[in-house]
């Protein structure tokens, strides 16, 4: 059989798939393999193909078709101590399948395997002094399982022993022929009696254990009556056994917090981690986990679950035999998992005391300690065992890993010989455990661990050099870097947390467990280094390199260390995260700009009532604003960065501000950050991908009631999504409002206002409002008719009809106003009641000399035959009639604009667009300046001088109505939902006048969209 091609060659030639670009490769992993995890990849732009690895290097192939040689830190997460296809590895390959070496030759003594347990248990044998058995299987997972099964069947069977010998220890007292000469001992008196009997018996204790302790002093009692109390203590002494051991329910098992020992079925249960862990919560084994280094509460989590059995015994006393009971303590946990080294919670040592005591516990308790060494053993923390160095030695020994040099899946479960069973052997078995491919390449790696001290030296020399390297540039940037932990070739770098930096998006990436994964795409593309960071602690860098490694490789990462540490402390987030956007520059690195904001103060003692709002950004240009750091980039490159973390970021909390009311009363306004743009909402809401945005509503509806908020506004795109809060689910305590009451309020206010600045007498103007039929149009009309002599409706030419029905409802309402005003009053009325009144056709509607039953319609139709145009309330369909009108309203959600130059009559025309998107066309702006567009009205907050939300243009010290109304429901105890659904003209004006009793008053015209 010919040899297969060495690495080298491999790499020069191009992979078996040089046909499918590597972006293929990266799609079809994220549809067909795992959705969310090719999502993040792609996201960080980490979806590289690598088609070749060799030593410490990884190589892949960049956009232009070149190869990129990348410096591998991650070492296939602790497998590739001995480097990507290492020489001699390749080589025992090679000659097993050069000499055909079966792979499936199960049910037969395999040569492979007894090497591999011979040479692992001689192994262990000189480092410990005890002798271990060796079951190998296919991963690390699975060899945790193994030891739980294991622990399982042996607690199992002790657990069956210790009563088969209390009950045989019962009988054989039982039979003794003097039982009646034996005397009652006062221990034994105190177990029958005790609490752990069944309630309805200690309560209504049998006759025979009265006798019982009445015999104590009744020495004379005949035999009989002393043999027939004594067999009852018996009996019930066995009840008191058979009670404790039906309330036992499973064993438990021990690990540490921050633990992880895999993630299926029975190793999930005994990683600590939440988010892999508490999906499968009830399911499989029990687990109870404790603080690593607390002695204490070890010796809690042991006691707690110990319980006491009692075997029967007769013992010498002075006055002749007696019965008494013996006190078994039965400890109710099968095993207690432990990593010397915990390596996915954050590589951290565990103490030598700690785990000395745990060693202690375990011996106490009688259950076994499992030392899970996937990561720690073979030699990456410079000895085969990082308990070696500890000097603590375990029952079982879990290996991976490197075991299989890094070229086979291959694990090992290690367990003292005095404690196994031999029916494991029998009962856990698997296809693939032990196949001699994989067994022979165990082998090999084991003889090069033990053929000189390299590799051991070299983990310990590189791993100091290392760590020294990286000590010293947490001195130059002790606010970057948390801390440096670690052995050997097993580093972790942690990172100081960002969720409360007054850099937003780096707040925003630490509030996500994204920060870790940024650094590691950071340090891909602009230093061609391969990081990543822990599974449960994701601003921990995990470093567990080949022991190839040299020291310019590592001099190479201290350099890209020490430029990411700088971009961090100056909050730079262009440099941090301009690779996303395809701009990074490895073999050009520029200076980094310092764009770091000043700390904000301490924040002030929380309000007694707090509001939440959540909020979008409205362009992707916003992001500068919101994050100045991010300056540099353009805004099609901010509207890439917006897409690529859309799938990734859920709502965030900013930083709660104090706002307060002109009456001194104070809320804390909480802003819940969506991280999409209008554009990536919109795009959501056209592809019908209505789940994806309710899942982010859901999150941020946690968030408010998990900070403690009693109100939840939304603005922008997400009050239509949610369907103004009517879709919004499990909202609990929180009221919801889509704040469009007081939207109306002001944009009617800003309409006021602009209308008296271009000189148009609003008591006499013309209004119309398009989009009428709906709810908030129907308002602005309602609003409009109370101010201005003559409305316009516009709608849809289908909707004539209705347009009449809202035409007539509006007279009706003049209409009571006229009625309920007396002679003088009515002269000088305005809007459409006194135009009505100046008609002169509701004279007799108003003395009674003239009764119409449906007097709304009635009206309509009666001032359009006898006024025509000049009618106060007129519909149309055709925006033409548009040129009467020098007030207009339009709100409609018309896709394009609906509104030109040439339908606009003579000037002054306002027009107050809040349309989504607006209605009106940009060459209304620069055709005709006698035309002034306004998007309604923005608020002044009365104290907040200095308030602004990062990321929206808005002038300090004012805010968007929406905003302003969750506010204001705080402020003044709104418990119920506001602005939901369908608003009212009465809860408008309501709201407006809780705004006065605030202080909060229009601000500034609005002139640029909000959504």
């Given amino acids: 059989m010919q040899g297969l091609p060495p690495p080298r060659a491999l790499r020069r030639g191009a992979s078996d798939h040089s046909e499918l670009v590597p972006q293929s490769h990266s799609a079809r992993y994220t549809e067909h393999c795992r959705p969310s995890i090719g999502k993040r990849l792609h996201a960080m732009r980490m979806d590289k193909v690598y088609h070749c690895g060799q030593g410490a290097s990884l190589f892949y192939r960049g956009e232009d078709g070149r190869e990129v040689e990348v410096c591998d830190f991650v070492g296939g997460f602790g497998a590739a101590l001995f480097g990507h296809n290492p020489p001699e590895l390749v080589a025992r390959a090679q000659r097993t399948l050069a000499e055909g070496l079966p792979f499936n030759s199960q049910g037969s003594a395999r040569p492979e395997a007894a090497k591999v347990g011979a040479r692992l248990g001689e192994m262990l044998a000189r480092r410990t002094g005890r002798r271990y058995l060796t079951t190998l299987a296919n991963s690390g997972a699975e060899a945790v399982e193994g030891a739980i099964k294991h622990a399982i069947l042996v607690w199992n069977n002790r657990l069956r022993a210790l009563v088969r010998d209390l009950r045989a220890d019962g009988v054989r007292i039982s039979r003794r022929r003097d039982l009646a000469r034996v005397a009652v001992g006062g221990r034994l008196r105190e177990v029958v009696g005790a609490p752990q009997l069944p309630a309805e018996l200690s309560e209504h204790p049998p006759t025979a254990v009265l006798e019982l302790r009445t015999l104590v002093h009744r020495p004379e009692a005949d035999d009989d009556a002393r043999g027939g109390a004594l067999a009852e203590a018996l009996e019930r002494l066995d009840a008191v056994n058979r009670g404790t051991l039906e309330g036992l329910g499973k064993p438990v098992f021990l690990a540490l917090e921050r633990a992880f020992h895999g993630k299926t079925s029975g190793a999930v249960q005994l990683t600590h981690s939440d988010e892999y862990r508490e999906p499968f919560v009830g399911f499989g084994i029990e687990a109870a986990f404790v603080p690593c280094g607390d002695v204490a509460a070890l010796h809690e989590a042991v006691a707690g679950r110990t319980s006491t059995l009692y075997r029967p015994v007769v013992r010498a006393g002075a006055e002749g035999d007696e019965l008494s009971v013996e006190e078994i303590p039965l400890v109710h946990i099968a095993g207690f998992f432990v990593e010397p080294i915990q390596g996915e919670g954050g590589i951290h040592v565990v103490p030598k005391a700690y785990l000395e005591r745990c060693r202690e516990e375990a011996t106490a308790g009688g259950f076994p300690l499992v030392f899970d060494e996937i990561q720690t053993g073979m030699g990456r923390t410079g000895t085969f065992l990082f308990s070696e160095q500890q000097g603590v030695v375990a029952d079982y020994y879990l290996l991976s890993k490197s075991l299989g040099g890094g070229m086979a899946k291959v694990s090992a479960l290690l367990m003292d010989a005095a404690q196994y069973d031999e029916r494991f052997g029998r009962i856990h078995t698997s296809t693939f455990a032990e196949d001699c491919h994989s067994a022979a390449l165990a082998v090999t790696a084991l003889n090069l661990l033990e053929r000189d001290d390299e590799v051991y030296a070299s983990c310990q020399r590189i791993g100091a050099s290392l760590i020294e390297r990286l000590e010293a540039i947490r001195s130059e940037f002790p606010g970057v870097i948390e801390q440096v932990r670690g052995r050997g070739l097993m580093i972790g770098l942690e990172l100081c947390s960002q969720t409360e930096s007054s850099c937003t998006t780096l707040r925003a990436l630490g509030q996500q467990h994204l920060f870790g994964y940024v650094v590691a795409g950071y340090l891909l593309h602009e230093h061609r280094l391969r990081v990543f960071p822990t599974l449960s602690n994701s601003d921990t860098l995990r470093l567990e390199p080949s022991y190839r490694i040299t020291e310019d490789d590592c001099d190479r990462l201290a350099e890209g260390i020490r430029r990411l540490c700088e971009a961090i402390e100056k909050q730079n987030t262009h440099e941090l995260l301009k690779f996303i956007a395809g701009l990074e520059s490895p073999d050009d690195p520029q200076g980094i700009a310092d764009r770091r904001r000043p700390a904000p103060p301490p924040p002030p003692p929380r309000a007694a009532r707090r509001v939440a709002f959540l909020g979008h950004f409205i362009h992707p240009r916003d992001l500068i604003d919101f994050d100045p750091g991010l300056e540099g980039f353009s805004e099609e490159q901010l509207g890439s960065l917006l897409d690529r973390f859309k799938d990734l970021v859920d709502p965030f909390l900013m930083p709660a501000i104090p706002i307060r009311s002109a009456s001194g009363a104070l809320v804390d306004f909480q802003l819940i950050a969506l991280f999409e743009s209008s554009a990536t909402i919109g795009a959501h809401m056209r592809a019908r991908n209505r789940h994806f945005l309710d899942d982010k509503i859901d999150i941020a509806v946690e968030l408010a009631k998990s900070t403690g908020c009693q109100v939840m506004g939304y603005g922008g795109f997400t009050s239509i999504i949610t369907n103004n809060c009517l879709d919004v689910k499990n909202t609990g305590p929180l009221a919801l409002t889509s704040g469009n009451s007081l939207t109306v309020a002001m944009g009617f206010e ?68 006229l009625r309920a005003s007396d002679a003088a009053e009515r002269t000088a009325l305005g809007g459409i009641a006194g135009a009505l009144w100046r008609s002169e056709t509701v004279g007799g509607l108003l003395n009674g000399s003239e009764q119409v039953e449906d007097v709304g319609p009635w009206l309509f139709a009666e001032l359009e035959r006898t006024l025509g145009r000049e009618a106060p309330v007129r519909v149309s369909g055709d925006l033409s009639d548009l040129t009467d009108a020098n007030l207009i309203v339009s709100t409609t959600n018309d896709p394009a604009p609906i509104l030109f130059p040439s339908m606009l009559g003579e000037g002054p025309v306002v027009i107050c667009d809040i349309s989504v998107p607006t209605d009106t066309d940009p060459s209304v702006r620069t055709e005709r300046p006698d035309v002034t567009v306004i998007l309604g009205g923005v608020v002044r907050l009365p104290c907040n001088e200095d308030f602004r939300i990062p990321g929206v243009s808005v002038a300090t010290g004012e805010t968007y109505a929406c905003v302003s109304e969750s506010m204001l429901m705080g402020l003044e105890g709104i418990d119920e939902h506001y602005s939901f659904g369908s608003i009212s003209i009465e809860r408008v004006e309501a709201i407006m006048e809780v705004a006065e009793s605030h202080g909060f008053a229009l601000g500034r015209i609005k002139d640029a969209p909000s959504y």
């Fill in 750 to 817: 800003a309409l006021v206002r602009t209308a008296e600045e271009e000189g148009i007498e609003f008591a006499a103007g013309s209004a119309a409002v398009i989009g009428a039929l709906g709810n908030i149009g129907s308002v602005y009309g309602e609003l409009l008719a109370r101010r201005v002599p003559r409305l316009l409706l516009v709608g849809r030419p289908a909707h004539r009809r209705r347009l009449r029905a809202v035409a007539a409802r509006i007279y009706e309402t003049a209409l009571d106003t």
